[in-house]
């Protein structure tokens, strides 16, 4: 089956303690990205990976950190979370060179930081 | 830059009722793709329709329709005869062309959440 796969999917921690929310497509898409979820803002991009070894910001990438060694691997790192990044993540991937289709997202994980 | 904008942020209805959902967009791009993506209580985010810019056909799937008019940068979603599995936040989103760089991202709206009544 097809599909993004996100873990943990809930997590509660606090400040300044580092964690890794991974993400994993079985798909062979080149293209992961991650975004966060706040209400009344939508969905806004963190990270995005165009490809292996190939990585850049997205509107709110500050605090976070991404890597992608792998084509089907695309972790988002929060090295010293702060409450304001309590928020609803969601990592998403995409196969579209020259042909730009939707994106399958992962379930989501809900961080909370105290 | 790309944004798109859903005015409405809440809507609630009876059922059986037909509820349009309001997406306006902009961006620079000449080719673009819009979407829809549905965001039920249980929170994942499930695909519903893309369309590209040079096809501004309307679209009919089942009880779910869209109007696409280029003129007015506008992408509208009518659920017709709604149901209270249709309770969920909808989301708008934007995505560029390659050749722009604008495609490294889905740009979203804020959503609008959709309550129908039974």
């Known amino acids: 089956e097809a599909q993004v796969t996100q873990n943990p999917r809930y997590l509660i921690t606090v400040t300044g303690k580092k964690l890794t929310v991974t993400c994993s497509q079985n798909?062979?898409?080149?293209?992961m990205s991650w975004y966060r979820q706040d209400p009344g803002l939508g969905l806004r991009q963190i990270y995005y990976?165009?490809?292996?070894?190939?990585?850049d910001k997205g509107d709110v990438p500050e605090g976070y950190k991404v890597s992608r060694k792998e084509k089907r691997n695309f972790p988002l790192i929060l090295e010293s979370p702060s409450p304001n990044q309590t928020s609803l993540y969601f990592c998403?991937?995409?196969?579209?060179?020259?042909?730009?289709?939707?994106?399958?997202f992962g379930e989501g994980s809900r961080l909370t930081v105290l | 830059a790309q944004k798109v904008t859903q005015a409405q942020t809440e809507i609630s209805v009876v059922e059986k009722e037909d509820v349009t959902l309001d997406c306006v967009y902009e961006?620079?791009?000449?080719?673009?793709?819009l979407f829809w993506y549905k965001q039920p209580p249980s929170g994942e985010l499930v695909f519903l329709i893309r369309?590209?810019?040079?096809?501004?056909q309307n679209e009919i799937s089942g009880r779910y329709s869209w109007n696409f008019q280029k003129s007015t940068s506008s992408f509208n979603f009518t659920i017709t005869a709604s149901q209270v599995v249709d309770s969920a936040v909808y989301f708008c989103?934007?995505?560029?062309?390659?050749?722009?760089?604008?495609?490294?991202?889905?740009?979203f709206g804020s959503g609008t959440q959709l309550t129908v009544l039974p």
């Open positions: 998403a991937s995409s196969f579209d060179r020259g042909n730009t289709g939707e994106l399958f």
């Open positions: 798909m062979n898409h080149e293209y």
């Open positions: 990976s165009m490809n292996v070894e190939v990585t």
């Open positions: 961006t620079r791009d000449t080719t673009y793709y």
């Open positions: 369309r590209n810019s040079f096809d501004e």
């Open positions: 989103a934007l995505r560029g062309a390659w050749s722009s760089g604008s495609a490294r991202q889905l740009t």
